[in-house]
């Protein structure tokens, strides 16, 4: 009897074939879980559909694309190996600096009366270049003077929630322009999303930047040796970061046509979760952009499914509090399982 066998037809070999199926999927179940659960409590307790209403699920895609855009930023720290607290309070800086740029004329108080109808693009750049200028704080202190990250982040989360605050004495910046407003206009915040979540799969999966980024939240004394420049590359990835919460806190500030001080508060939570759901370990090392971007949906699922059937939102904040600790759960027990 013939027992020569090749590799594919050993249980070993279809095992091998199970472990390349993208990690995604596993996240992509649980969402259609979730829909579905949601979807039949619908009909049991309110007697309508939750999946088949596309004003709801329009209103959730749109609630869910800024977290998703700090979710990203966010993944890139998580998988060096860090953290960013800063990323919400970021939102809320951001978004009252860059409003003041992009008043109009017509509106009775504006902040700078000389610089008032500005192109879209000035406001923007602005609200970017403050992103950055938090991101580049947060990097420097954690690459060159070796803070923790969640420290270093932090202070920036407290510092940045104050200059909110100061920059017009808590008042809100209204009469924004409709040039500058389009930006959160219609489907755009979820087109922006989508954009930004498209360019950094590429760059994490098929750039040198992705390939430094798993490097050092795999093993950093390797990334080191191996002749990586790891503060400056922590650096970069920090104010990519900072970046994207500049862009989040801009998007917000067009859909709402105002900024205020308080804005952006518990995102950098959410975006922290959508990245854990979405697989990223907080160890370092793994973690993937289109897994964020379920984990972000699935955020999304759960919020407007708990208020399709009115669920207290104290209740809400308690289940979405249990969901993500289960997901870290998950996550060390799935750490522990790789190094056996």
Known sequence: ??????????????????????????????????????????????????????QRLTIMILQVSVIGIIAIGVTQVIITGGIDLSSGSVVGMTAMIA????QSSTWGRVMYPSLTDLPAIVPIGVGLLIGILAGLINGALIAYTRIPPFIATLGMMVSARGVSKWYTKGQPVSGLTDQFSFIGSGIWPVVVFLAVAAVFHVALRYTRYGKFTYAIGANVQAARVSGINVERHLVKVYVVAGMLAGLAGIVTAARAQTAQAGMGVMYELDAIAAAVIGGTSLAGGVGRITGTVIGTVILGVMTSGFTFLRVDAYYQEIIKGAIIVAAVVTDVYRQKKRKV
């Open 1 to 54: 009897m013939n027992t020569n066998v090749t590799a594919g037809d050993t249980p070993a070999g279809m095992s091998n074939t199970r472990r390349r199926l993208p990690p995604e999927l596993n996240i992509f179940l649980v969402l259609i879980g979730i829909a579905l659960v949601f979807e039949v409590l619908g009909w049991i307790f309110a007697g309508q559909s939750f999946l088949m209403n596309k």
């Open 99 to 102: 409003a003041g740029f992009a």
